[in-house]
């Protein structure tokens, strides 16, 4: 019977990094992240107008919308004033 040898892991020896190599990282990081938050701030003011324009048409739908129908509840409670109106006369 073979009793298997449990296998130990490689180490391996990471390269020891300079305090210059992390500045230098950092620093690019930072213009990186500079970069996208430039680009992600017009997309953001883009978004906003964007908004601003749809609030725009969409209240003055609603608007249009709200005096038809008021013009219609108008016309429908005409009518049925006429129609009382003329059975009363006949």
């Known amino acids: 019977m073979d009793t298997m040898k449990p296998q130990r892991a490689k180490v391996t020896k990471m390269p020891k ?3 210059l190599e992390l500045s230098n990282k950092i620093e690019q ?3 990186s992240n500079d970069l996208q938050h430039g ?3 017009d997309r953001v003011d883009d978004l ?3 908004v601003k324009d ?3 048409f969409f209240t003055t739908a ?3 919308l709200d005096k038809k129908i008021w ?3 108008l ?3 005409s009518t049925l004033l006429a129609t009382v109106a003329s059975m009363l006369v006949s």
């Open 54 to 56: 749809n609030r725009a």
């Open 48 to 50: 906003k107008e964007a």
């Open 75 to 77: 016309l429908t409670i």
């Open 39 to 41: 680009h992600l701030s």
């Open 71 to 73: 013009a219609l509840v």
């Open 29 to 31: 990081l930072e213009k």
């Open 17 to 19: 990094t300079t305090t």
């Open 62 to 64: 609603i608007e249009s």
